[in-house]
């Protein structure tokens, strides 16, 4: 049984893997994987696995040959945790108290702290590239520089020197160019809550950040002051942002007294089932919303797709959820009791939303305006300007047949059989903002945690699934050929934990096209489960 909350290892210097089968001569460059690794310190340990200590990994792939190394992002949260030999500084899920032994001042200044917190910078959930530089990222207004060849990490970036934002979203978007694009919230800054939607620029000063040059894009006025909307990503296309504001809400007075009511921040986060969710469509020229206003029921989305244009219509796709069950699946405690079944576990539906972009002024109310042939997704007019919108479920968390084998290529047959759906979906980067057929993700059944990595095809709703006994792949990172024509040619990379007793954890090397290994890496050292990835090609 995997052990999601034991400390690993870091391996800092360079090891070769061993390789099996035939790693493409074109492939070369370096995947970089990002996640939570190191779960207690001394006598103490953290409650919730997004909270563990950022570990990096990287393999890098040359000429054939596979290099890995890894090691623990040291940033002042680690500094501080590792120098005080406990944890000390809190993080979403695990509310750290002062050692009972320090005295009253050192009590009174860690609640001051967290009356008005400043957030960790442990950036565990992914990395972000701003110009020539790449960053390890949470969600907190800190990001930190590494060097993306050593995983050394270097200065410490906090977003607000450079615009007001106390959240960022950790899953930004590029255009051809190499721009940035971000959204992060700003809370009660001049008496006013609002999503901010921001451009990073590609080129930057020689040894300045390009964070020097950003300017905001639009934006978005929150619908409650101290309640916004909690978020994980947004959708971009050639000249749309989509920016769902979903009835998933951080209260913030309740943040403030957390540490007082000795309660952690997580605890503050707050489902309104009962509120509508809202989308904004922002015309990225003029910076505004258009004018027709969208919504749909309540959901949770973590994770969008892509999104689209097309005939007078935004198409997006989302990972949705009907709670908020996802994050209480990470409690440490509860993967230690069932780390492969979880009652409590709401599976996701991968849906897909269509926005009309204009209002037809002569359509009767109650008229679905979407009049793409090939969607089942509707946009009802609820009043001129104002659309109610419903999703085609692409993939509704239905029933697939798991084979018994040790390992397998299969397409999957809708079946009584075990309830699951698709998460952490990544496609070829180069189709986003345009009309995708692909997508490349991660199974999850009766948890969230996963055992199998997917490709799935939109247009005939079929799936390939690569699986091994007692192994955890992690998320899908397409990789395409250079010059390629075709949207899925081109490999997909994911790391591996290996359970079997006596076999390496690996590289796992999959033919985009087929779904077959074409070839894995074994490492001498071990992995972990992380969350992210970001591949940089040599």
């Not at 959204?183 to 080129?203: C, E, N, Q, R, W």
């Not at 639009?218 to 504001?245: A, K, Q, W």
């Not at 040619?489 to 290996?498: A, F, M, P, T």
Request: glycine share 6%; charged share 25%.
């Amino acid at each position: 049984m995997a052990d999601f909350s034991r400390n690993i290892p870091e391996q800092p210097e360079p090891t070769k893997a061993e390789v099996k089968g035939n790693v493409p001569s074109w492939l070369q460059g370096s995947l970089l994987r990002n996640g939570p690794g190191l779960f207690s310190v001394g006598d103490t340990s953290y409650d919730h696995w997004f909270d563990g200590m950022a570990l990096m990994n990287s393999f890098t792939i040359k000429d054939g040959e596979v290099t890995h190394r890894s090691r623990y992002l040291r940033g002042d949260t680690y500094k501080a945790n590792t120098t005080a030999n406990r944890i000390v500084v809190s993080e979403m899920g695990t509310m750290a108290y002062p050692d009972p032994s320090k005295n009253f001042i050192v009590k009174a200044i860690t609640f001051l702290n967290h009356t008005v917190p400043d957030f960790t910078d442990n950036g565990a959930s992914n990395f972000i590239k701003y110009g020539k530089d790449y960053y390890a990222t949470s969600e907190t207004n800190y990001i930190r520089k590494i060097d993306p060849v050593t995983l050394e990490t270097q200065d410490k970036v906090d977003y607000m020197k450079y615009l007001p934002v106390n959240l960022v979203s950790s899953h930004p978007h590029y255009d051809s160019e190499g721009n940035a694009y971000n959204v992060g919230t700003s809370i009660a800054d001049k008496a006013k809550t609002k999503y901010m939607l921001f451009k990073v620029p590609a080129d930057s000063d020689k040894g300045k950040t390009a964070l020097k040059g950003v300017e905001v894009v639009c934006t978005v006025p929150c619908r409650s002051l101290l309640m916004p909307s909690y978020y994980h990503s947004f959708g971009m296309t050639d000249n749309y942002f989509i920016f769902i504001e979903q009835p998933l809400k951080l209260d913030i007075l309740r943040m403030a007294t957390a540490y007082m009511r000795g309660v952690n921040w997580a605890s503050c986060l707050k489902f309104c089932p009962e509120e509508n969710t809202l989308i904004h469509l922002i015309d990225r020229k003029t910076g505004k919303e258009v004018e027709t206003k969208y919504c749909t029921g309540p959901m949770i989305v973590y994770h969008h797709v892509n999104a689209f244009e097309d005939d007078g219509h935004v198409v997006f796709d989302v990972i949705a959820y009907k709670d908020n069950s996802l994050y209480d699946a990470f409690y440490l405690s509860k993967l230690k009791e069932t780390p492969d079944f979880d009652d409590s576990y709401s599976v996701p539906s991968y849906k897909r939303f269509v926005l009309p972009i204009h209002s037809d002024k002569g359509a009767a109310v109650g008229e679905n305006l979407v009049k793409l042939k090939y969607t089942k997704a509707s946009a009802v007019k609820e009043k001129e300007g104002k659309f109610f919108c419903q999703a085609e479920g692409l993939c509704e968390g239905g029933f697939f047949t798991l084979p018994l084998v040790s390992q397998v290529v299969w397409e999957s047959q809708t079946c009584l059989s075990v309830p699951s759906g698709l998460e952490l979906p990544r496609i070829n980067y180069g189709f986003n903002g345009k009309k995708h057929r692909f997508i490349y993700c991660n199974l999850v059944e009766k948890s969230a945690l996963s055992k199998q990595t997917v490709k799935f095809d939109t247009e005939t709703k079929e799936m390939t699934i690569w699986a091994e006994d007692n192994c955890w792949p992690s998320e899908s990172v397409f990789v395409p050929r250079p010059n390629a024509e075709a949207e899925d040619d081109g490999v997909v990379l994911s790391s591996v934990i290996n359970m079997n007793p006596g076999q390496s954890s690996f590289l796992l090397i999959l033919d985009a096209k087929t779904f077959k290994e074409v070839a894995r890496a074994n490492i001498s050292g071990e992995l972990h489960k992380d969350m992210h990835g970001f591949f940089i090609p040599h």
